[in-house]
């Protein structure tokens, strides 16, 4: 979360500094779509080369709910996921950068994603009580197809489309308590690899600078 207050200062910063005769280098963005799903990211977009950039992309993920319910056999149920991603990237694009147009039009790239992801579930009632937790570490290759488009005064957007070839490290830990007497707690713990190619899309509102 500070770096996306500290993105969005240096993005007012720009907007009130005079118009740059030179080429616009540097793409700041916040995700649109992740915040409907408890997904909070900032980009950072550096041009290199005519047709070339590089891009940094930092987020958080937080999704937390909780209920009490005294009149039912459930009474307490909570679900929280915590984590962060990073992710650097490379693209081409298919046109060369003009001082009216930059960096944006289609292209192509690669990232690397790094994902670590926490996971807890509880539930309670009155004959026993349960808690799940899940620590998730997964890392991959992700090849990316998309369209950035920047108008004159530097505002614009990122949607892009791609496939994620990832490894996904899994720990897991399930334990119950009977309330009942004379039944034992039930604990049980895995661990797994998994090999997975996963679809991603998304859309950024970006400001070029």
Known sequence: MRIIL???FLTLLTLTSPAQSTLPKNVVKLSFDG?????????????IGKYTSVQLTLGGIVDLSKSENTTGSVFNNENRTTGFVASPE??????????????SGFYFG?????RNVNTFEA?????SAYEFN???????????????YVTSFGLGFDAYIGPDFRYSFM????SEISKIENIPAFLQSSSSILQ?????????ISYAF
């Open 6 to 8: 500290t993105l969005l």
């Open 35 to 47: 915040f409907f799903f408890g997904r909070y990211q900032a980009s950072y977009e550096r041009v």
């Open 90 to 103: 490379f693209r081409v694009y298919l046109s060369e950068f003009t001082n009216t147009d930059v960096p």
């Open 110 to 114: 690669t990232s690397v994603r790094y």
């Open 123 to 127: 539930r309670e009632d009155e004959f």
């Open 134 to 148: 899940e620590h998730e570490r997964n890392i991959g290759l992700g090849l990316v197809a998309g369209v950035q």
């Open 171 to 174: 720990d897991s830990e399930t």
């Open 196 to 204: 997975e190619t996963l679809p991603f899309a998304g859309i950024n």
